[in-house]
């Protein structure tokens, strides 16, 4: 998740809640690093094959994976490494941005 994909989903939250009438609102690079300051938001650089992985195609396999897993109860899966908790982490963000 970028800090321009922050910026233009507050843009529409801002939009959505007041209409035009802040439309002279400037979300700017300070704003953004504010923001992130109060909700304790990081950056962290991907190293090795967490680095190499293409988040379209995550997406395009989400569908085909969901449908695999509906053949099971959910308390048959598992996941047992902290890569799984770091995945899960990023969709709640985009889900949460996207919404």
């Given at each position: 998740m970028t800090g321009e994909m922050i910026q233009t989903k507050a843009k529409e939250f801002l939009k959505k809640m007041y209409g035009d009438a802040n439309s002279e609102f400037n979300f700017s690079i300070g704003w953004l690093e504010r923001f992130k300051a109060r909700l304790e938001i990081?950056?962290?650089?991907?190293?090795?094959?967490?680095?190499?992985?293409?988040?379209?195609?995550?997406?395009?396999?989400?569908?085909?994976?969901?449908?695999?897993?509906?053949?099971?109860?959910?308390?048959?899966?598992?996941?047992?490494?902290?890569?799984?908790?770091?995945?899960?982490?990023?969709?709640?963000?985009?889900?949460?941005m996207l919404e």
């Open positions: 990081n950056s962290y650089r991907r190293f090795g094959e967490s680095g190499l992985i293409v988040v379209e195609n995550i997406e395009d396999a989400l569908p085909q994976i969901r449908a695999k897993l509906e053949n099971f109860d959910w308390k048959d899966i598992y996941n047992m490494d902290d890569i799984g908790l770091f995945y899960h982490l990023q969709i709640l963000f985009i889900s949460l």
